[in-house]
């Protein structure tokens, strides 16, 4: 049986998925939950979560590296043994990632109802959202990290605009004096961000496979992506501080959204409040697909299938009511959202924790010379033999 994927990602692109991730859902709704916890600090809790996502992507970057050719799934399944590696890909596929993607999914529909559309059903704002998801799917890596080396420039210019047109309207008192309430406050509004920005970057231990010259480390795209992404972040969060106040950023469900709302040039340029939301819906699009994308190889991996396409759909489906189930309104999404960045940190850094550490406990005892090495040599030529194309494919 050959690859469930063929595709091959450059490490440009791997930047630009790893950038328009960070921002995804970040973009909308950190700024008023870091204000709400931190305060007028609060965009110095955006500065201490990048210096700590930065941690977090080379945690990332050092398992990739020790298992160069392998998803998650499969270093779960080897490093583990079968049953319990079974189990651990599973939580992470079916616990992680499907409700990462359902709350995506909710995230979006309530702005979009809000904001944008709100005579529209959610229902099918989800619907044709998820049909644009399913389609990127179900193109492959390659499709998806073409997609976003195009769209992550336009990304960066209007969030860049947004910035240099809302300067005037910035006010440093607002934030003055800094640490007023001291420093537990900043650090405690730092999880949250450092959960949604760079914690949730763990569904790319998907994709690592599938970049060309993974097996010489990934470390530089990883960290250019994750800092960029971020360093948008914080001058997000600092202007929505310096214009509105901690108050109001704090009160807001999403405080960027009514910054965009400020943006006003002469009597000519006005209300282009919708453009940023087109941003927003990129980022948010990329982050959706990827961890849904994760989601659909996993399952198909971990049932040893052969095309993880079968998977799309079902999946699309369960997302469509996961959303809707998730959470009766939005004050409850908000309540949630104290809690999340410490489910995010158990599955994903302490499972990357877990898997780093018995994998070098095993590398260790192999490299005695115990039976253990005898194992693992088998265990690489099964897996080259999983990589090799046969039948049609080895003609091709």
């Not at 080379?58 to 270093?75: E, F, H, K, M, S």
């Not at 904001?115 to 799917?137: D, Y």
């Not at 920005?197 to 569904?203: C, K, L, P, Q, Y």
């Not at 971020?230 to 807001?252: E, H, N, Q, R």
């Amino acid at each position: 049986m050959g690859m469930l994927e063929r595709g091959q990602i450059n490490q440009i692109q791997l930047f630009a998925l790893v950038m328009l991730f960070t921002l995804g859902d970040t973009l909308l709704v950190v700024p008023g939950y870091t204000a709400m916890i931190a305060g007028r600090d609060g965009w110095l809790s955006g500065m201490l979560s990048v210096s700590m996502g930065m941690g977090v992507l080379l945690l990332y970057a050092a398992l990739q590296r020790r298992n160069p050719a392998r998803t998650l799934v499969q270093i779960c399944q080897s490093r583990l043994g079968r049953w319990a590696g079974s189990i651990a890909a599973s939580i992470y596929v079916f616990g992680f990632l499907l409700l990462l993607s359902a709350s995506m999914v909710r995230v979006l529909t309530d702005f979009m109802s809000t904001q944008i559309m709100p005579n529209t059903p959610v229902q099918v704002i989800a619907l044709l959202f998820l049909v644009l998801v399913v389609r990127a799917a179900r193109g492959g890596i390659e499709t998806i990290a073409r997609t976003a080396e195009i769209s992550a420039p336009w990304v960066m210019l209007l969030l860049g605009l947004l910035v240099m047109f809302v300067i005037p309207e910035s006010h440093i008192d607002r934030i003055q004096p800094f640490l007023y309430n001291g420093v537990k406050p900043v650090i405690a509004g730092s999880l949250t961000f450092l959960a949604y920005g760079f914690i949730e970057t763990g569904s790319f231990l998907m994709i690592f496979p599938f970049v060309r010259g993974g097996e010489r480390g990934l470390r530089k795209p990883l960290l250019l992506g994750g800092a960029a992404g971020g360093t948008l972040l914080v001058a997000i969060i600092f202007f929505c501080l310096t214009v509105f106040g901690p108050g109001i950023t704090a009160s807001s469900t999403y405080p960027s959204y009514m910054l965009a709302k400020k943006i006003e040039i002469g009597e000519f340029l006005q209300r282009i409040e919708a453009i940023m939301a087109i941003a927003w819906l990129f980022t948010i699009f990329f982050k959706l697909t990827l961890s849904f994308y994760g989601i659909c190889l996993g399952a198909a991996q971990m049932f040893k299938l052969s095309d993880y396409k079968l998977f799309t759909f079902p999946l699309a489906l369960l997302l469509l009511v996961m959303s809707d189930l998730l959470a009766p309104n939005i004050i409850a999404i908000n309540n949630s959202a104290q809690h999340y960045p410490w489910f995010d940190m158990t599955i994903v850094v302490g499972g990357t924790l877990l898997l780093l550490a018995v994998g070098w406990l095993k590398d260790k005892r192999g490299a005695v010379g115990g039976p253990q090495s005898i194992h693992a040599e088998g265990e690489r030529a099964s897996d080259a033999a999983k990589e090799v194309p046969s039948g049609e494919d080895a003609d091709r």
